[in-house]
């Protein structure tokens, strides 16, 4: 079973989910070998995103089980077809290969994959037969290192084409796929002028990001701060090493002390990642868990007063900002990124009551959005279902498997730390390749 239920918003948002996933590949000279066509905006955004050499590799599903590579030899993963079953399809099909390769192959000759790392990009798998044709003609050529990266896949198909790969990466596994266009909210046809214009894209240079905080010069710091709202103060808790890469503005309403040990926890987990951390409270002096309905006007008051003092009263003014919210607070958020006068980066949502924001402020909302919730929370996942329908943003709804209707377990910290830090290392910087065609 997979961990989540994964929906991509195109192919390029599944080229930038699997480029962090394929990052310590970044500056190696790997080169990235795109399937036509549906392979190839995955591949790309790959590509570009690791500094890359991007081509493509060229191999044709003929019938269920059965594929072609570049030379016209028949790769089969499926006992009903061995005996040659889809022979009748073979020509006619390998045609069509040898047109697509004369059309492709003008803007870019094929690459020689000789001795170095090599991955191959498909946008998903289901039998395993066309990317079973990539790898095996390449392990031909005598690659360094050979590489099988999917944003989705059964795990039958990945069975089969595991012995041809070094390496096998892949973010999402369901028992079942019948069609991969359920898991792309976009799955348009890739024409061959798309192709063309893609493999025709000058190569990218690596992407070093910069350290927005080595300018600014910010401390280390711990502080506890009080934050001037009305005639009260609100009591936040600014932390961060030296020169952070952009602060998490940790936001809940009421609480404080059933949330304490969950928030220290994916706070330290932040700032070991160089992200500098402000926990807050909206509603400190709330007797319940949450705050209600009514009060989310004020949340969201407090928290663009809260948000001002970090670019006004703090050495983080000039950092990026991502805000991680919970409950109601999760509504607030929302509704503050939506308006953007407080100049957010990206927002992650864990169990928020993102009904309460409103369908006006879902889908105003511009800036990527991370949606997280517990496996054993019906009602959880419906809202954030509608939610996610109703946005247009770059966005991802992430089901974490639990045992409750929580997080209480140490595994599902572990799986918001993880979640919550790469939608933030992704966005928290300046605009790169990684998010390009990645809006929705």
Known sequence: MSRYQTRFQAREHAGSELAWALRAYRGTGALVLAI????????????????????????????????LDDSGATWCTDAMNANGGASSQRDAQF????????????????????????????????????????????????????IC???IATPAGLDRVRALADEVICLDTPDRIENLAHFYHEFQLVSDD?????????????????????????????????IPYQTTRL?????????????????????????????????????????????????????????????VDELVARLD??????????????????????????????????CGATQLSAVACVAGRLDLAGSA??????????LICASGNPKDIQINNLAFEQMHCPRQLRIIPTSSRGFEDRRALEDIAALTIGWFERHLAAPSPLGLGYGG
């Open 36 to 67: 036509p066509r549906g392979g190839v905006p995955v591949g790309r955004v790959v590509a570009d995103a690791l500094g890359a050499d991007f081509n493509l590799v060229m191999a044709r599903r003929i019938a269920p089980g059965v594929a």
């Open 305 to 338: 007063q809260t948000l001002s003092f970090l670019r006004t009263g703090t050495p983080c003014a000039s950092l990026p900002v991502g805000l991680l919210s919970t409950g109601t607070a999760a509504a607030a958020a929302l509704r503050s990124a939506a």
């Open 149 to 151: 990266a999917l944003p």
């Open 235 to 295: 009591r936040a808790m600014l932390e961060s090493a030296p020169n952070p890469i952009g602060v998490a503005v940790m936001v809940h309403a009421g609480g404080a002390q059933r949330r304490a040990a969950r928030s220290h926890y994916l706070a330290r987990k932040l700032r070991a990642k160089g992200f500098a951390t402000m926990l807050i409270d909206l509603q400190p002096d709330s007797r319940v868990d949450d705050a209600p309905e009514s009060d």
């Open 95 to 146: 045609d069509q290969l040898r047109r697509q390769r004369a059309v492709y192959t003008p803007v870019r000759k094929l690459a020689d994959p000789g001795g170095r790392v090599v991955i191959v990009v498909d946008d998903g798998l289901v039998s395993g037969a066309t990317m079973y044709a990539a790898l095996a003609s390449l392990r031909k050529r005598h690659p360094a290192r050979l």
């Open 361 to 370: 402020t879902l889908r105003q909302l511009e800036i990527p959005a991370l």
């Open 194 to 226: 798309r192709v063309r214009q893609l493999t025709g894209i000058p190569q990218a240079q690596p992407q070093t990001r910069a350290r927005p905080g080595a300018v600014a010069g910010v401390p280390s710091l711990s502080k506890a701060m009080l």
